[in-house]
C-alpha cells in the first residue's frame, strides 16, 4: 500500500543532544510537511517542503533543520533538543500542496526529551 | 489572525444518539475546510472537506459563512465513531495547503 512511514515510532534523547526524525512516502507526491503536536494541543506545522523547495514558517525556532535528498524522504533534524521539544512530530504529504489537497499523514513520531 | 476553535475537548452520547462537533474559525478570506479523524491507534486522515459537499460514514459538515462555522453532523453515532475529530483550514488560494488545525474533539460513543 502507498502511504507515509515514520521512523523511528518513539525516539528518547538527551537534552542538548542532536536529533533526527526519518519520514518517506510511497505516493509520489510533491510535498512534505512536518508538524509539531504537543501533548493536548493542535498539530502546529514547522515547515514544508514543495518538490526542493524548502519553506520555513516564521515562528519556526532556529534549533529545527530539514532535509529533503529525494522526493520520497524527509528528515527532521532538532539540532539541541530541549525539554520543551517533547512532542509528537507528524510528517504529512500531498499531491500537489494546493489549498483543497487531502494531506496524508504518517503515524508520527513521539519524541521524549531527558 | 487565522484560527480555528473547537470548543469542546470531550463529548459523550449514547449509540444511536444525534452528534454535532461544533468548530468554528477566524480568517479574512475564503478558506477550504476539512474535518480530520484520527482513530485509536491509527493515524490521522481525511474525513471530509466542504467543498466536496459529501457525506463520509454518515457525516456532513455545511460551512455556514455568517457564523463562520463548520460544524460536523451524525444523525445516529455508532460506536465505531469514537475517535478524535480536529478542524482545520487552508488558506483558499495558497499553494502550499498550509492546515490549520483546532485543538480537537474527543468522541465517546457509548453503548
Known amino acids: 500500500d502507498a502511504m507515509v512511514i515514520q521512523n523511528p515510532r518513539y525516539q528518547v534523547t538527551q537534552f542538548g543532544k542532536p536529533v533526527t526524525l526519518s519520514c518517506s512516502q510511497t505516493?509520489?507526491?510533491?510535498?512534505m510537511y512536518w508538524y509539531q503536536q504537543k501533548s493536548s494541543q493542535a498539530p502546529k506545522l514547522l515547515f514544508h517542503?514543495?518538490?526542493?523547495?524548502?519553506?520555513n514558517e516564521a515562528d519556526t525556532p532556529d534549533n529545527f533543520q530539514s532535509r529533503r535528498p529525494n522526493t520520497s524522504f524527509c528528515f527532521l533534524d532538532i539540532r539541541s533538543p530541549g525539554l520543551g521539544d517533547a512532542a509528537m512530530y507528524l510528517c504529512?504529504?500531498?499531491?500537489?500542496?494546493?489549498?483543497?489537497?487531502?494531506?496524508?499523514f504518517g503515524p508520527g513520531t513521539r519524541l521524549t526529551v531527558l | 489572525a487565522q484560527r480555528v476553535t473547537q470548543p469542546e475537548k470531550l463529548l459523550s452520547v449514547f449509540k444511536g444518539a444525534p452528534v454535532e462537533l461544533k468548530c468554528n474559525y477566524s480568517?479574512?478570506?475564503?478558506?477550504?475546510l476539512f474535518w480530520y479523524v484520527q482513530y485509536s491507534r491509527q493515524r490521522l486522515q481525511l474525513l471530509l472537506r466542504?467543498?466536496s459537499r459529501e457525506s463520509i460514514k454518515g457525516f456532513t459538515a455545511d460551512l455556514n459563512k455568517g457564523e463562520t462555522s463548520f460544524h460536523l453532523k451524525k444523525p445516529f453515532a455508532q460506536e465505531e465513531d469514537s475517535a478524535m475529530y480536529y478542524c482545520?483550514?487552508?488558506?483558499?488560494?495558497?499553494?502550499?495547503?498550509?492546515?490549520?488545525f483546532g485543538q480537537g474533539t474527543t468522541l465517546q460513543v457509548k453503548p
Open positions: 504529512a504529504t500531498s499531491r500537489t500542496g494546493r489549498s483543497t489537497d487531502t494531506q496524508y
Open positions: 505516493l509520489n507526491h510533491n510535498v
Open positions: 517542503y514543495y518538490d526542493k523547495d524548502f519553506n
Open positions: 480568517y479574512s478570506g475564503s478558506p477550504e
Open positions: 466542504h467543498i
Open positions: 482545520a483550514l487552508t488558506h483558499g488560494s495558497s499553494n502550499t495547503g498550509k492546515l490549520i
